[in-house]
Nanobody
């Protein structure tokens, strides 16, 4: 089973920035659609941002204008640049790589805490 590896989470003050990274140890990374999700305890996992194999991006309304998703196919890595962070952005952030229903992989998550 493929395990994605997220990094870059931590504690930041409101208004601050963080950059999350996700390394996907898969062959042909470029054909995977990639996404970031987040989940708070007791709540459903929700989509934050997605980037297709072709580079098209999609954002949840609550992060539009603040977060930017990108990918570097040469490094098998996806990023999430998070600016103007708010306390309500506090969550565990997960990355997902999906090529088909049987090539659908997740990471273990990275904690993001926004607090003064």
């Amino acid at each position: 089973q493929v395990q994605l590896a997220e990094s870059g989470g931590g504690l930041v003050q409101p208004g601050g920035s963080l950059r999350l990274s996700c390394v996907a140890p898969v062959s042909r990374f470029s054909v995977y659609n990639m996404a970031w999700y987040r989940q708070a305890p007791g709540k459903q996992r929700e989509l934050v941002a997605a980037i297709t194999s072709g580079g098209s991006t999609n954002y949840a309304d609550f992060v539009k204008g603040r977060f930017t998703i990108s990918r570097d196919n040469a490094k098998n890595t996806m990023y999430l640049q998070m600016n103007s962070l708010k306390p309500e952005d506090t969550d565990v952030y997960y990355c997902n790589a999906r090529r088909s229903s049987w090539d659908d992989f997740w990471g273990q998550g990275t904690q993001v805490t926004v607090s003064s």
